[in-house]
C-alpha cells in the first residue's frame, strides 16, 4: 500500500515544510538485499573492562567483512580542534563487564561522543549478561538498568537507526553469532528499543554452510500464505534455502499456487480450523518430505467490534483461527514427530496482544494466548534441541491494515520511531532470523517488529 505522506516527505518540497514543521519524518529504511554488506558503515565496538563479548564480536564482524575500528582507532584531536568522528554503520558495547551501578557511567563515556556520528539506518547495540545470571545485588541491578538505557536511545535515534539490548548468557557465547548477524544487518530495519536473550545450549548452535543459505535441505509450512505477511514470509524461507509448503483455504487457491510455483515450494489448500487439518499437514510432510523442521502459525483474522458489539460468532472466528488451530495443529506434529528434532515453531502475535486495542478484545485475547503458546511451549522445544518463539507485528502495510480506518491507520504508521509502517518482509526477515538453524539459543522470544511503536511500549 502506498505511504502518500513519505513520498511528499522524500520531496524536495516535502522535506523542507517537515523540517520547519518539525513534522515526522519517515526517511527510506535499509533493507536487506542478497550479496549486501552487513553494515552501512564501520563498526565501532567498545567495552567495558573485563567485558567477555568485545572479542567474540569482533571476530564475528571481521568474518561478515565488516571494518571494525576500536576507542583506541578514534581520531586523536585535541581541545582546540576536536577531530570529527567518521560515520558508523553501527556502535556496539560490550557491558558485560558493568557489575555495579556506578559504573553504568561508562555507557555514557562511549556513546555520548560518537551518538551524532551515524549512518542512516545505522545499528547500535548494547550487549550485557541476562539479569537473572549475575552474581550479585549490584550487577543485577546494573544489567537491568541497560534496558532503560538502550528503550531511551531507541527514541532519541533518527534516520531509520535501530538500538537493540542483547543478553548473552555465560557460556552462550558460541551461539551469538546469528543474533548479531540480524540485529546488526538491514534485515532487521523495522526492529528497534528491543530485548533479545541468547542462552547457552546443549550443544553449541551449528553455523550453517552459507549465511546466505541457512535453511539449505530444510522443509517449511507456512499457514496464511496466498497473501500478505504469509506470502512475505514463504518467499523469505524460500530465499534462504527452504522449500516451503504454502499453506491457505481454498479460496485462496490461485494466489496460493502462483506463489508456491514462484518459490519452488507447494501449495496446500486447507483450513486450519478444520478437524483434521493436523492430521492432512501431517501426512502431506511425512509422504513427501519424511516430516518438516519449520512450522510458521501465520494465517490470522481480525473481526473488530467492541466488547458492548461483538456477537459471539466474531469472538469464535478469531480464537479459532488465530489460537485453537495452532494449539492443535502443534499437538499433531510435536506428537507424531512430524516436527523433526530441532525443530523450529513460530507464531505471529501482535502488539494489540501486548498493549491491547479498542475493537480488538477478541483478537487481542488470542495475540496474547500465542505468546502464552510460546511460554507454555519453550522448555518442551528446548527437550527437543528446538525452539519456539513468535514475532509481535506494529502497524505492517497489508491489506488487513488497508482495511482499517484512515485516522486510526495514519495514527498507527506515525506513532513509532520510524514514523512509518513496516512492510510484510520485515516480519519475514525476523522469522527467517528465529527459523535459522544457528538460532537455536533464541527460545521462548517474543519479539516486536514495529519500529519500536508507542503502542504497549
Ligand atoms: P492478511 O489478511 O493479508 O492474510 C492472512 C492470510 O491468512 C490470508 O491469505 C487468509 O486467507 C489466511 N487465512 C485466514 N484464515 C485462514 C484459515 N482458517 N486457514 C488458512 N488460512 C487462513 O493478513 P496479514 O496482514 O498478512 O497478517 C498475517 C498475520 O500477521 C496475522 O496473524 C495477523 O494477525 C498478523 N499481524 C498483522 C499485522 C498487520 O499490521 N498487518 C499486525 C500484527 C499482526
Redesign the pocket.
Not at 505471529?348 to 494489540?352: C, L
Given at each position: 500500500m502506498t505511504d502518500r505522506y513519505q513520498q511528499f516527505a522524500g520531496s524536495p518540497v516535502g522535506r523542507q515544510v517537515i523540517r520547519r514543521l518539525g513534522l515526522p519524518n519517515p526517511v527510506p529504511l535499509r533493507r536487506y538485499e542478497p550479496g549486501q554488506p552487513l553494515l552501512n558503515g564501520p563498526a565501532l565496538v567498545g567495552a567495558a573492562p573485563a567485558g567477555r563479548l568485545a572479542e567474540t564480536v569482533a571476530g564475528i564482524l571481521r568474518k561478515a567483512d565488516a571494518d571494525v575500528r576500536t576507542a583506541t582507532d578514534l581520531p586523536a584531536g585535541t581541545d582546540e580542534a576536536p577531530t570529527r568522528p567518521p560515520r558508523y554503520g553501527a556502535l556496539i558495547f560490550d557491558a558485560t563487564g558493568i557489575t555495579e551501578p556506578a559504573r553504568l557511567r561508562e555507557l555514557h563515556d562511549f556513546f555520548q561522543p560518537v551518538i551524532r556520528s551515524l549512518t542512516n539506518s545505522a545499528r547500535v547495540l548494547v550487549l550485557g549478561t541476562p539479569p537473572d545470571r549475575t552474581g550479585s545485588v549490584d550487577e543485577r541491578v546494573a544489567q537491568r538498568a541497560l534496558e532503560g538505557f538502550t528503550r531511551s536511545v531507541g527514541k532519541e535515534l533518527k534516520r531509520g537507526a535501530t538500538v537493540q539490548l542483547g543478553y548473552v548468557a555465560p557460556g552462550a557465547e558460541p551461539n551469538l553469532e546469528s543474533t548479531l548477524r540480524f540485529l546488526l544487518s538491514a534485515k532487521s530495519a523495522y526492529v528497534s528499543g528491543q530485548v533479545v536473550t541468547v542462552s547457552e545450549t546443549a550443544q553449541p548452535a551449528p553455523a550453517p554452510e552459507s549465511w546466505a543459505t541457512p535453511l539449505a535441505g530444510q522443509v517449511a509450512l507456512v499457514?496464511?500464505?496466498?497473501?500478505?505477511?504469509?506470502?512475505?514470509i514463504a518467499t523469505v524461507l524460500a530465499r534462504d534455502g527452504a522449500h516451503v509448503i504454502c499453506?491457505?483455504?481454498p479460496?485462496?487457491g490461485a494466489?496460493?499456487s502462483a506463489l508456491a510455483n514462484r518459490i519452488g515450494g507447494a501449495a496446500l489448500q486447507?483450513?486450519?480450523?478444520?478437524d483434521h487439518?493436523g492430521d492432512r499437514i501431517a501426512e502431506h510432510a511425512r509422504t513427501r518430505h519424511d516430516g518438516l523442521d519449520i512450522v510458521v502459525?501465520?494465517?490470522?483474522?481480525?473481526r473488530d467490534k467492541t466488547l458492548a458489539n461483538m456477537d459471539a460468532a466474531k469472538w469464535d472466528a478469531v480464537l479459532?483461527?488465530?489460537l485453537a488451530?495452532q494449539l492443535r495443529i502443534n499437538e499433531v506434529l510435536l506428537g507424531g514427530n512430524v516436527l523433526r528434532a530441532g525443530g523450529r515453531l513460530i507464531g505471529?502475535?501482535?502488539?494489540?496482544g501486548i498493549s491491547g486495542n479498542v475493537g480488538q478484545t477478541n483478537?487481542a485475547a488470542?495475540?496474547a494466548g500465542v505468546i502464552g503458546m510460546v511460554q507454555a511451549l519453550a522448555p518442551t522445544m528446548t527437550e527437543r534441541g528446538g525452539t519456539i518463539n513468535a514475532?509481535?507485528?506494529?502497524?505492517?502495510?497489508?491489506?488487513?491494515?488497508a482495511a482499517v480506518p484512515l485516522f486510526v491507520r495514519e495514527a498507527?504508521r506515525r506513532m513509532n520511531g520510524m514514523a512509518q509502517?513496516?512492510l510484510?518482509l520485515d516480519?519475514a526477515e525476523t522469522i527467517a532470523w528465529f527459523a535459522n538453524p544457528a538460532s537455536t539459543g533464541v527460545n521462548g522470544t517474543v519479539l516486536r517488529v514495529c519500529g519500536q511503536s508507542l503502542l504497549g511500549a
Open positions: 499457514t496464511g500464505a496466498a497473501r500478505g505477511i504469509g506470502a512475505a499453506v491457505d483455504v479460496a485462496q494466489d496460493l486447507l483450513d486450519i480450523t478444520g487439518a502459525h501465520n494465517a490470522g483474522i481480525t479459532a483461527v488465530n488451530s505471529v502475535s501482535s502488539i494489540a483478537y488470542s495475540k514475532v509481535a507485528p506494529g502497524f505492517i502495510e497489508t491489506k488487513m491494515t498507527g509502517g513496516g510484510p516480519v
